[in-house]
């Protein structure tokens, strides 16, 4: 499995902009479906945003359509998510995910076939 490293989480107020970085440790960065998670204290993790992996294809959760917007760099091997308008709502630990050549749809539904980074912290204050 890719190693993944999440980066850019912190503390913010309502409103504000955040933009996380993920950072996958492989040449074949091209060939993976990515995407975001997030994990709210007492909730179950849910998919944000995703990127597929040919065809520059992008899907988001219907609670953070507008506002986020999911991108990656193959080149550098980066997925980033940015995020404005952010509400007390978006607080989570946000993940990012990685599975070859999968649908977002597999990613969503056969989380255990993802890679995983190890989380950033993202707290949104009104």
């Known amino acids: 499995q890719v190693p993944l490293v999440e980066s850019g989480g912190g503390l913010v107020q309502e409103g504000d902009s955040l933009r996380l970085s993920c950072a996958a440790s492989t040449l074949g960065f091209g060939s993976y479906a990515m995407a975001w998670f997030r994990q709210a204290p007492g909730k179950e993790r849910e998919f944000v945003a995703g990127?597929?992996?040919?065809?520059?294809?992008?899907y988001y959760a219907d609670s953070v359509k507008g506002r986020f917007t999911i991108s990656r760099d193959d080149a550098m091997a980066r997925l980033y998510l940015q995020m404005d308008s952010l509400k007390p709502e978006d607080t989570a630990v946000y993940f990012c995910?990685?599975?070859?050549?999968?649908?977002?749809?597999?990613?969503?539904?056969?989380?255990?076939?993802?890679?995983w980074g190890q989380g950033t912290q993202v707290t949104v204050s009104s």
């Open positions: 995910a990685a599975q070859f050549r999968a649908t977002i749809r597999s990613m969503v539904r056969e989380p255990d076939s993802n890679a």
């Open positions: 990127a597929s992996w040919k065809g520059g294809a992008t």
